[in-house]
């Protein structure tokens, strides 16, 4: 018997309509855990270089994480991987919600979809049952509302849905699947499913999932959950009120924004407004917020509220999570009512809610600066508001300008040209990121925001203070009763990291204790990503409930395999080089390992330089950020060292950088 | 006629308000009910069922009562505070008419029990892993008058016959215990 997973993958070939349920090799679950570890497998046996995004050959997995369908508190994620037409990268984008459960207790650990359909459908997958259904009816509806559709059309209330908007079924590059009031967002993974022209995937389940041992299991979760109840009525002190609770930001329940709108850029990534947050604004969007969340609510068996259903008088009720209340209403330098009236359209459209606003303020700078002219935008309203309502119905039909702006920042700015490109300041590895402009370089944030291969900074950060406590006092106390790390050590580096003077950023914390804090943030999230627990109970955190003291016992416990700190770790390990190693074979090298210019306003050249070198060395990627033959063969992954080889991509045993390899190769 | 008892009752009391739709509650039933305890976990088995439509904002947990062999001569509607709740939402019974409060392999009827164990468990699981507070476990007193109850594969074996049939049920039993 298998246990927590389910040991079966569903292969869909949509060019041929064929449907497989196919056993998966155990020993697979032991080496690369489950989720996030086997989906990158996957692709790399399956999906060469040469292929490009939009190809039949590209596949689109669906992984539930190996503890998905078990009572593991918050273990829901579906990872989704592909590879993104942003940034032709592997992309591997995550949702809460209720899919992967569902998936699981529908017999499947995942969805693995290749080939192309010849017309829109949908996929039905009902425990042994499984259809490919005409979807020409959904042609152009909403992602919301397509699965009302589906579920009212197979009579399932219980069905889960994922399902892709307008802008997947025009492959927008930002495009988003959406599943209730979660979605997998980023890099551009809803394009990838329109180009298969797959409208949605629907899954009902009513499989058990078997546990190895379970008295040790369920003792383990009851752990998790009381430490949670502890956490939510002990929040952290000296950090903003996000920070100091569990959840995936608990945005929908918080109405203190100063953090967000004081610190965050606005516009296209432009203004610091310091002085924003007063009283009146206070007031205000609390009032508005109060008015328009009209109840919290969770993803599968997790107590936190981290979504809000919203209801509006003008607006279809739809749910919200996280951070995207702000990200519109801070591009268009506008108010909270407005972000909640336009967050709801774009995701009926299916978009991604960090790029998209983005996207707009970006095109209006253009406009202002003269690049783009009344003959790109013509017909657009003259208030703000009214031209990121305008540019969004655009920008998901791929019209006019739309077309060109539905490629996101750094592909648009090189359609346009006229000096474009200087207003696209905002991505790493093509891809938008979260607007923020600070004054003095971090050497912790440098290392996660060049290195981390999801390319998204909640993706990597977690566990370790985003900034020095204030107070000697302060930090006495967070060390406390901080058990979560890996070693005593980085408390001294919380107890000697200060605002100010000799030990504060960019030269404390020390080059090597930052290269321990980053690899520790980053494997972390690793972890989860593979068992599919939620980062907002876990890796995202402060003294989260799950921590590399329990979750290797929580992992056994559940599906049977030996694992101990260090077999998880190496584990972590693996998958993280792995898919470094499906990147670098597309050709990511270390040119491409760098946040914004302007991210920080002091830069440190030299320094930055001397981390990245060491942190390759501390990861066993040599100094083009590529893994080493004896760092390969160390995590059992000879073949990948074997194909780099032949692929002149590593040259020998040595760590002997390769030549530049063709990073922008695949784009037509 | 019965003999009067003292008798505890068991009420979990349901705030609709606070429930934030997680099925926490499904998932630990359905673990707890295991054979053996805590070794799978399927919500299709629970004895709690979340009824959850976002859209409408209705999230209303159900627990399962008696089994029942024929489905309702009719149906009732709620609407409250302009929320329309489906026509059988509020019902108890393991049904003829719907999936809901049965095995979903054998289709034999589930029924909460407020989770009896050896030793006793100080709150019905649903309610100890409910951390929002949206199940609330109180127990009273009462003088009952005792009645005799079927027990549970009796009821089983009765949803059976009322399935296929007596004769069939037979069969079946005397088929498999040939088997050894
Ligand atoms: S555990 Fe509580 S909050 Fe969660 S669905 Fe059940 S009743 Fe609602
Ligand atoms: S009281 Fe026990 S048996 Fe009844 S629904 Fe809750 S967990 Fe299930």
Known sequence: MRYAETGYNLEVDLSRGNIERVETDPRLTELHIGGLGTNAKILWDRVPPEVEPFSPDNLLIFGAGLLCGTPAVGANRTIVSTFSPQTLLMAYSMMGGFFAPELKHAGYDKVIIRGRSPDLVYLWINNDRVEIRDAGHLRGKGSLETAEIIRQELNEPNAQVAAIGLAGENRVYYASIEHGRSSASRGGIGAVMGDKRLKAIAVRGTKDVNIARPARFIELCNEVLKYIQFRQENPVKGVPPILAVLGSPQEMAIHDEEWHTNNFAWGNARYRRKDFWTREVEEKWKEVQSKAVERLISCYNCPLKCGGIISHPQLKRYMMKCYSKLTYTMAAMSDLEFGFKIAGLAQEYGVDGYSTPQVMAFALELYEAGILTDRDLAGMPSDTEGRFFWLLERIVRR??????????????????GRGAEAYAHNTIKKHEQLPLKLGMLNPIYFLMYSTGEKINITQIEGQFPQAPFATRELREEFVKDWFQVPDERFKQYVLDWEPRGERSIPYYPTIEATCEIVDWQEKMHYIDDATGICAGVSSFHLKPPYHIHNLPDIISAAAGIDLDREGLSLAARRNRTLIRAINVRRGLRRKDERPPENHWKKRFPELEARLLDEYYK?????????????????????????DLLRRGILTDGKSDPAGEAPAEAGKK | ??????????????????CNGCRACEVICSSFHAVPKYGSNNPARSRIRLIRDPLKDIFLPVYAGEYTAAQCMGRDKYIIQGKEYGECDFCRASCPSRDAFKEPDSGLPLKCDMCEDDPPQEEPLCVQWCLNKALIYEEREEEVEEEVRPDEVEAGLKS???????GKVVDTVVRLSSKG
Do not use: C, H
């Open chain 1, 618 to 642: 501390f990861k066993g990627f040599n100094k083009e950020g590529i893994p080493t033959r004896e760092s390969l063969l160390e995590l059992g992954l000879d073949y990948v060292g074997e």
């Open chain 2, 1 to 18: 006629m019965g003999v009067l008892k003292k008798k505890k009752v068991k009420v979990i009391k349901i705030d609709l308000e606070k």
């Open chain 2, 160 to 166: 059976l016959v009322d399935k296929y049939g007596l």
């Open chain 1, 399 to 416: 019209e006019g300008i739309g077309d060109v702006l539905a490629n996101g920042t750094y592909w648009a700015a090189r359609q346009i």
